[in-house]
């Protein structure tokens, strides 16, 4: 173990790792050996085991590169390897980008921590905000890596390892997977599927262990293995009044399917407007995610009931096909297979003529002005920022400072990353950064270290991973049906209704709510006022949301609303 407050002084560099004693849950171990200094952070295993920690150095000078170094390397973890006979310091996280990892390099330093806050009050020279990643936060609702929020800092991206050597930093993806284009036996692959999730659950069961349990498809499986392993599973669910939101009714079937020490904490309006500063200002920065506040009550009243451990069933979506929108854009890929003459002749006759007005061709028109635009950008059509247009929500002179761009880039980049040339499983490898590392794991990663206990995620065991890449996409999504594979390979094993039910989900009624209760509008309306000095966004965007919310759709501009009370929010305390 390792006093993270002090400092690895080499002559080509300084590193600094700020420190993380707050975070009692990670493990952090500096290992040395020869001229290679490695420091971990977070829970790392070698070829998928238990290995000594301590073989890492030989392990590193045996490898041939980096590459083949990292392939062997497994786990919720990000590690620094200071090298001195090749004058080079690595940063590398894992595959997924589990474990949040920030830095920055202040003249010949190099700061590295878990926490972006103590990686600030650690920094050499002050950190100021950065206009782009609030533009990106409101177009995300987080900002993706590797923005933060402050000008001087970044974070590393999932699987990407970051080389400072000789005066220059270099970066290289280390985990890009090869997706299967074709499947010969099927009923086997099914069979491994249900084999390889239960040994990774088994992986991460500690004493005092728990699960959380929406009732969906991936917490029912982890739930179902949990008790496979556990006589006692205790599992926990947050459930709400209103019922479109409510999914306790699945939860408490898969509960007594599993026969699992089931409990359920009904969320008021109350407790949000109680708690709501608190949990926008835990962030390392501005996080837009309403769903933060039900994993935080769920974790803290898991904790209330002796549980230490939560396993969480994040992941399956973005492994086996589980969203609607990868149906979705399948029906306006089939658009870009036209050959082009076509597509302009019938652009032509139904977009541009009096007959897109009719009822059935301005269907015809809609899906063919948003087939012409291309994945990834597609994918962001229903956005607010691209609704409503950038001169619409944002001041003039904050726009003109910002690339309207870069989140559009940010996808790209990362779309054409994956080696498939399967658009399903480009967009699978582009949500394991958008939708699991920037958004859905920082939040249960925070709102977990809030109430106070550790959160695993079996489902995104590297092992798990490399198996679903084994499944070709029209496998796991033919024709519209969602995780086809994955549901053929669970049944038996979860209730029938679990496989037929609906997507749902830990939402927030966050828009209903601030109607009902006072103390929660007025938060909202003193906290709206106050952004509104900003001169970040008009003053027309949010007196038009405030109104919509009231008159015409609480849900959909509550969370226009909730984005922006957040930023608001986090920046009267952190700016």
Known sequence: MVNMSESIEKDFVSVDLADMASNEHQKVQYIEEGKVTIIVYGDILIDESLADIGSLPQLYNLSLDLSSFYQQLSGCFWLLVVDAAKQRVTLVNDQLGMQACYYAKQANKLLVSSSLKTLKAKALEPFTLSKQAIFNYIYFHCIPSPSTIYQQAAKLEPSKALIFAKGKQLSQTLYRPKFASHNI??????????????????????????????GGLDSSTVAGMLAKSSKKAKTFSIGFTLASYDETPYAKLTAKHFNTQHRVLYLQSEHAADEFVKVAQYFDEPFGNSSAMA????????????????LAGDGGDELFAGNERYAKQKVFEAYQKVPYGFQKIAKGIICHTPIAKLPLFNKAASYINQAEIKLPERLHSYNFVNQLGHEAIFEDDFLAEVDSRQPIEQLQSRYDDCTSDDPVDCMLYLDWKFTLADNDLLKVNKMCEFAGVKVRYPLLDKAVVDFSCKIAAHEKLPRSTLRKFYKDSCRGFLADQTLTKSKHGFGLPFGAWMKENRALKTLTLNTLNAFKKRNIVKDSLIDTALNAHQNVHAGYFGELIWILVVLELWLQKYE
């Open 185 to 214: 036996n099927i009923s086997a692959l099914q069979t491994q599927c249900l084999s390889v999730i239960e040994q990774a659950v088994k992986g991460h069961i500690t004493d005092n262990c728990g699960a959380f349990l929406s």
């Open 295 to 310: 994993a935080y009550f769920c974790a803290k009243f898991a904790k209330q009931q002796g549980v230490t451990t939560l």
